[in-house]
């Protein structure tokens, strides 16, 4: 075990040039795999339709039960990194997220998976901030950090190009199964490897948790999603759902009370004072739940809705994500030139006409091709937006402050991606749900057809009765189903598009003035917070 005195020396000059260059790798290593495990099930949501017939919302849950505790936790895991060394989280989690993959992939049913999707997302969350703050740890000058970050990005965006070929090529010529044990098999071979290499780094000076506001905003959080989700399910006027908008009000108060009174607080109100802060925080939230609303929706329409295979899947993804790994050098160089408020509305604006591109496509259209270009400009725009975002925040106050604006960046962009799935999710399938029952009852099919394919919606919505055998009696509806679904799915594109233009208009009417270079201290990046280096397909 590394002593207390190479902790501390670790920490204030960076580590030996040798441990120095095989911490990066394994942070990279680490953060890769986080980032594979994040995004490859988004891939296989047709399988798992077919094989696990989940009904109503619990497909939604799947996507959000990694989401969840990376949105809520990987805060507090950077704390707990700089308490109590930070190699031992890169370990745990790596080895958490293979129990997670492995639980997965031996689900027989939908509560399994999402058992075994939570306990990857907590994995994941210890992943992503303590990756980074080793990174910063190892590195003693500005030019040695800024080429960590660089390479610690590129991890990033790697993992989410690697996930979508992963999930497609396992998909397609394996099972849904199957891509979860490679995932745990990397995990695995990821914990050994940083056992082995990674230097131990800490820095407990003046951290601390603060749980009053770590248990509000989760139980808060987890609420309001509940609602969300459940809306169309359960009924937006039932008591589950009321209650669940009940108890989010409540606890996210009480959240903003606790952080008012906290030593230390997980997120730092006293920033919202700066307006530009404020408006790049909104935009941050509505332009991220737009991009992986849109990622879900694209998932829904051609692997549940159409069922296309993972492979094909795979490619919508490459285009969504793949553009942050490919552009990063280009981006990065603007960004040392150009205003990058400039660079995130153009971002966002390209956003929202894919979405809207993507929207007036009909459902019945399979073609990749088609996709190609709508796909292209969305994921286009997330690469410049993405990486513009943390350089807008950390430039809207004072350099002092320019860990703290990461940190609340980060916390709520990952809060703005757990929306995505779940908002969309609930206005498409309450929309598709409300026009199946229409054209249904509108349709010359035989009333006892109508009957049977009523009971078949009212257990599991559209999406049960579009996966039906054709060959059955409300296998004669599947072509409804699908029509009304695709009308579901384009309207939750629109909302993506417009929430992208929204976010384009607010960067460009409330965000003046000029800009200039803000370099991180090591201070600030071992704080804990991936927001520091974007981009990435979270």
Avoid at 163 to 177: M, Q
Avoid at 300 to 307: D, E, K, L, S
Avoid at 333 to 359: C, Q
Avoid at 430 to 438: D, I, L, T
Wanted: some cysteine; charged content about 10%; aromatic content about 8%.
């Amino acid at each position: 075990m590394t002593s207390s005195r190479t902790k501390a020396v670790g920490d204030r000059r960076g580590y030996a040039p040798a441990s120095r260059t095989a911490t990066l790798l394994t942070s990279c290593l680490a953060v890769c795999l986080a980032q594979i495990a994040l995004a490859m099930p988004a891939t296989l949501n047709g399988l798992f339709q077919g094989s696990l017939h989940p009904v109503g919302s619990q497909l939604t849950w799947i996507s959000d039960a990694f989401l969840l505790p990376v949105t809520v936790l990987e805060l507090t895991f950077g704390v707990l990194g700089d308490l109590f060394g930070r190699k031992r989280l890169l370990v745990g989690g790596a080895g958490l997220l293979a129990v997670g993959e492995v639980v997965a992939a031996t689900a027989v049913g939908v509560p399994q998976l999402w058992a075994g999707q939570l306990l990857g997302g907590l994995g994941a969350a210890a992943l992503f901030p303590t990756t980074l703050a080793m990174v910063a740890a190892g590195t003693h000058t500005p030019r040695d950090r800024a080429r960590g970050i660089a390479v610690w990005t590129a991890s990033l965006s790697t993992g989410g190009f690697i996930a979508p070929v992963l999930g497609g090529i396992s998909g397609t010529y394996g099972s849904w199964k199957l891509s979860f044990v490679i995932v745990a098999a990397l995990a695995l071979v990821t914990a050994l490897v940083c056992w082995l290499v990674a230097e131990d780094s800490s820095s407990p000076e003046g951290r601390s948790l603060d749980w009053g506001g770590q248990i509000t905003i989760l139980i808060g959080l987890f609420a309001l999603l509940y609602a969300v989700i459940q809306g169309p399910t359960d009924g937006w006027g039932s008591r589950p759902v009321i209650g669940a908008f009940v108890v989010a009000a409540v606890f996210l108060v009480l959240f903003v009370f606790a952080e008012h009174r906290a030593r230390t607080p997980l997120l730092r109100l006293d920033l919202f004072r700066n307006r530009a802060f404020t408006i790049v925080s909104i935009i941050t939230v509505v332009g991220m739940f737009s991009f992986l609303g849109t990622a879900y929706a694209t998932s829904i329409r051609i692997g549940v809705i159409q069922h296309q295979s993972p492979l094909r899947t795979s490619v919508a993804f490459v285009l969504l994500g793949g553009f942050s790994l490919v552009l990063t050098p280009l981006i990065s160089r603007l960004l040392e030139r150009a205003n990058p408020r400039w660079l995130l509305s153009g971002g966002l604006l390209l956003m929202a006409a894919g979405d809207f591109w993507m929207a007036s496509l009909h459902v019945r259209e399979t073609s990749l091709g088609a996709y190609l270009a709508p796909l292209g400009l969305a994921g286009i725009g997330y690469a410049f937006s993405i990486a513009s975002l943390t350089a807008v925040a950390v430039n809207t106050v004072p350099i002092r402050y320019a860990g703290m604006a990461s940190a609340s960046t980060s916390l709520l962009r990952d809060f703005g991606f757990t929306l995505g799935p779940a908002l969309i999710g609930a206005v498409a399938l309450g929309h598709a749900a409300s026009a199946f029952r229409s054209h249904l009852s509108a349709s010359s099919l035989d009333p006892a057809v109508k009957s049977t394919a009523t009971e078949v919606a009212r257990a599991g919505g559209p999406l049960a009765v579009n996966s039906v055998p054709p060959d059955s009696a409300p296998g004669q509806a599947i072509a409804l189903a699908r029509d009304a679904l695709g009308r579901g799915y384009s309207l939750g594109y629109v909302v993506c598009g417009t929430a992208a233009l929204v976010s384009c208009l607010l960067a460009v009417s409330a965000l003046r003035g000029g800009w200039k270079d803000t370099p991180h201290t090591g201070e600030s990046l071992a704080a804990g917070t991936p927001a520091a280096a974007a981009p990435e397909p979270r």
